[in-house]
């Protein structure tokens, strides 16, 4: 994959993470509330970011 599209999913999971935990912390999708969700969102888009940014000084 390409790595700036990497870059752009990362970015997305980590702003959409936080928006859902911020800003829709009541709401409930199925079994999930919103905070708990978001906040797992921004976590996973956290890693991603760090291997990505990791990967792109590689080379």
């Known amino acids: 994959m390409d790595r700036t ?3 752009v999913i990362a970015v997305a999971l980590v ?3 936080l928006v ?8 409930e999708f199925l079994w999930f509330r919103g ?7 921004a976590a996973i888009g ?4 760090v291997a ?3 990967r792109r ?3």
């Open 5 to 7: 599209l990497e870059l």
């Open 15 to 17: 702003v959409g993470g």
């Open 20 to 27: 859902l935990a911020l800003g829709f912390a009541d709401a």
């Open 35 to 41: 905070r708990p969700l978001g906040l797992v969102l």
């Open 46 to 49: 956290v890693l991603d970011l």
């Open 52 to 54: 990505t940014l990791a």
């Open 57 to 59: 000084r590689e080379g």
